[in-house]
Protein backbone atom coordinates (compact mmCIF):
# COMPACT_ATOMS: atom_id res chain seq x y z
CA UNK A 1 0.00 0.00 0.00
CA UNK A 2 2.71 2.38 0.84
CA UNK A 3 6.17 0.44 -0.35
CA UNK A 4 7.69 0.80 3.36
CA UNK A 5 10.76 -1.46 3.29
CA UNK A 6 10.26 -4.53 6.19
CA UNK A 7 12.84 -2.06 8.16
CA UNK A 8 11.05 1.15 8.18
CA UNK A 9 7.40 -0.95 8.42
CA UNK A 10 8.51 -2.03 11.44
CA UNK A 11 10.74 0.97 13.08
CA UNK A 12 7.20 2.81 12.32
CA UNK A 13 5.27 0.55 13.90
CA UNK A 14 7.79 0.17 17.00
CA UNK A 15 6.37 3.85 17.45
CA UNK A 16 2.79 3.45 17.87
CA UNK A 17 2.32 2.82 21.78
CA UNK A 18 -0.52 1.30 23.65
CA UNK A 19 -1.62 4.01 25.78
CA UNK A 20 -2.59 7.05 25.71
CA UNK A 21 -3.35 7.11 22.03
CA UNK A 22 -5.01 10.60 20.29
CA UNK A 23 -8.53 8.39 20.12
CA UNK A 24 -7.99 7.97 23.96
CA UNK A 25 -7.11 11.12 24.66
CA UNK A 26 -10.41 12.37 22.89
CA UNK A 27 -12.98 10.07 24.46
CA UNK A 28 -11.45 11.07 28.19
CA UNK A 29 -11.27 14.37 27.57
CA UNK A 30 -14.90 14.77 26.44
CA UNK A 31 -16.17 12.02 29.14
CA UNK A 32 -14.50 14.33 31.68
CA UNK A 33 -16.04 17.32 30.66
CA UNK A 34 -19.28 15.84 30.89
CA UNK A 35 -18.92 15.32 34.46
CA UNK A 36 -17.92 11.25 34.42
CA UNK A 37 -15.09 10.16 36.60
CA UNK A 38 -12.89 6.55 35.68
CA UNK A 39 -10.27 4.65 36.14
CA UNK A 40 -7.92 4.07 33.41
CA UNK A 41 -5.86 0.85 32.35
CA UNK A 42 -6.99 -1.74 35.28
CA UNK A 43 -6.27 -4.97 35.48
CA UNK A 44 -9.15 -6.67 34.40
CA UNK A 45 -8.61 -8.71 31.59
CA UNK A 46 -7.81 -6.85 28.42
CA UNK A 47 -6.64 -3.97 30.07
CA UNK A 48 -9.33 -1.87 29.43
CA UNK A 49 -8.51 2.15 28.43
CA UNK A 50 -11.52 3.14 30.59
CA UNK A 51 -12.99 1.52 33.57
CA UNK A 52 -16.45 2.74 35.20
CA UNK A 53 -16.13 0.19 38.49
CA UNK A 54 -18.81 1.27 40.30
CA UNK A 55 -21.44 0.24 36.81
CA UNK A 56 -19.33 -2.42 35.89
CA UNK A 57 -18.61 -1.20 32.34
CA UNK A 58 -14.98 -1.48 30.57
CA UNK A 59 -14.19 0.95 27.90
CA UNK A 60 -11.86 -0.55 24.90
CA UNK A 61 -10.77 2.25 22.12
CA UNK A 62 -9.47 0.45 19.28
CA UNK A 63 -7.52 1.51 16.52
CA UNK A 64 -9.29 0.42 13.27
CA UNK A 65 -5.83 -1.17 11.77
CA UNK A 66 -4.66 -2.83 15.11
CA UNK A 67 -8.13 -4.66 15.65
CA UNK A 68 -9.15 -4.64 12.16
CA UNK A 69 -12.63 -2.93 12.72
CA UNK A 70 -12.71 -3.45 8.64
CA UNK A 71 -13.24 0.38 7.65
CA UNK A 72 -11.09 2.32 5.61
CA UNK A 73 -8.47 2.09 8.74
CA UNK A 74 -8.14 -1.44 8.61
CA UNK A 75 -5.36 -2.46 5.73
CA UNK A 76 -3.27 -5.22 5.31
CA UNK A 77 -0.04 -3.93 4.78
CA UNK A 78 1.75 -5.59 1.44
CA UNK A 79 5.09 -6.65 2.94
CA UNK A 80 5.34 -9.38 5.14
CA UNK A 81 1.50 -10.15 4.60
CA UNK A 82 1.45 -13.61 6.06
CA UNK A 83 3.00 -11.95 9.34
CA UNK A 84 0.22 -9.38 9.40
CA UNK A 85 -2.49 -11.11 8.34
CA UNK A 86 -2.05 -13.80 11.65
CA UNK A 87 -1.11 -11.27 14.12
CA UNK A 88 -4.17 -8.84 13.15
CA UNK A 89 -6.38 -12.70 13.20
CA UNK A 90 -4.46 -13.02 16.86
CA UNK A 91 -5.61 -9.95 17.71
CA UNK A 92 -9.27 -9.92 16.59
CA UNK A 93 -9.45 -13.72 18.82
CA UNK A 94 -8.12 -12.04 21.71
CA UNK A 95 -10.53 -8.97 21.87
CA UNK A 96 -13.36 -11.70 21.42
CA UNK A 97 -12.08 -13.68 24.48
CA UNK A 98 -11.39 -11.34 26.82
CA UNK A 99 -15.08 -10.05 26.02
CA UNK A 100 -16.34 -13.14 26.82
CA UNK A 101 -14.22 -13.22 30.21
CA UNK A 102 -15.42 -9.90 31.34
CA UNK A 103 -19.23 -10.93 30.33
CA UNK A 104 -18.98 -13.66 32.14
CA UNK A 105 -17.87 -12.08 34.78
CA UNK A 106 -20.65 -9.71 35.16
CA UNK A 107 -19.04 -6.21 33.30
CA UNK A 108 -20.33 -4.32 30.17
CA UNK A 109 -17.89 -4.37 27.24
CA UNK A 110 -18.03 -1.03 24.94
CA UNK A 111 -15.59 -1.21 21.90
CA UNK A 112 -15.02 2.33 20.69
CA UNK A 113 -13.84 2.08 17.42
CA UNK A 114 -10.88 5.01 15.86
CA UNK A 115 -12.63 5.95 12.88
CA UNK A 116 -15.96 6.18 14.90
CA UNK A 117 -13.73 9.05 17.46
CA UNK A 118 -12.77 10.92 14.77
CA UNK A 119 -16.27 11.04 12.39
CA UNK A 120 -18.16 11.99 15.67
CA UNK A 121 -16.82 12.31 19.40
CA UNK A 122 -20.04 13.37 20.76
CA UNK A 123 -21.97 10.42 19.29
CA UNK A 124 -19.13 8.25 20.71
CA UNK A 125 -19.57 9.67 24.18
CA UNK A 126 -23.32 8.88 23.95
CA UNK A 127 -22.52 5.58 22.93
CA UNK A 128 -20.68 5.36 26.59
CA UNK A 129 -23.42 7.05 28.12
CA UNK A 130 -25.86 4.87 27.14
CA UNK A 131 -24.49 2.00 28.68
CA UNK A 132 -23.83 3.57 32.08
CA UNK A 133 -27.58 4.26 32.05
CA UNK A 134 -28.60 1.48 31.10
CA UNK A 135 -26.28 -0.51 33.85
CA UNK A 136 -28.29 1.89 36.62
CA UNK A 137 -31.81 0.66 35.14
CA UNK A 138 -30.75 -3.18 34.96
CA UNK A 139 -29.14 -2.92 38.44
CA UNK A 140 -32.31 -1.80 40.60
Known amino acids: ?14 KIGAKNTKPELLV ?5 NK ?8 NLPGKPDI ?12 GCFWHQHGC ?7 NNRKFWLDKLKQNVARDEKVSNEL ?3 GWFVVTVWECEVYRDIDE ?11 TTHTAS
Open 35 to 42: GYRYRLYS
Open 103 to 105: HES
Open 1 to 14: MDGLSREARSRNMS
Open 28 to 32: RKFLH
Open 51 to 62: VFGSKKVAVFIH
Open 72 to 78: HMSYIPK
Open 124 to 134: TVEKIKETLQA
